[in-house]
């Protein structure tokens, strides 16, 4: 199941007039995503990278914990 589409009001740069802040024919347009879509594998991508990051972190502390037993 879809969310349903939000749809905002919007104005073409031709018909907005700057002198007076209006807009003289408004079109409705769905709401702008604050986060882009993402395909499949950008998403892998992000969640290898993420994976990636802390199987670093996690090795470098067990060789911190190792040096500090010896």
């Known amino acids: 199941m879809t969310a349903p589409q939000v749809l905002v009001p ?3 740069a031709a018909d ?9 024919q ?13 395909t499949i594998e950008e998403a892998q991508d992000i969640g290898g990278a993420a994976a990636f ?8 502390r067990r060789i911190r914990k190792f040096i500090d037993q010896a």
Do not use: M, N, R, V
């Open 16 to 24: 907005f007039d700057s002198a007076t802040g209006t807009c003289a």
């Open 53 to 60: 990051l802390l199987a670093t972190a996690f090795i470098f």
């Open 26 to 38: 408004e079109i409705w347009i769905p709401q702008p995503s604050l986060i882009p879509a993402l």
């Open 10 to 12: 919007a104005c073409l």
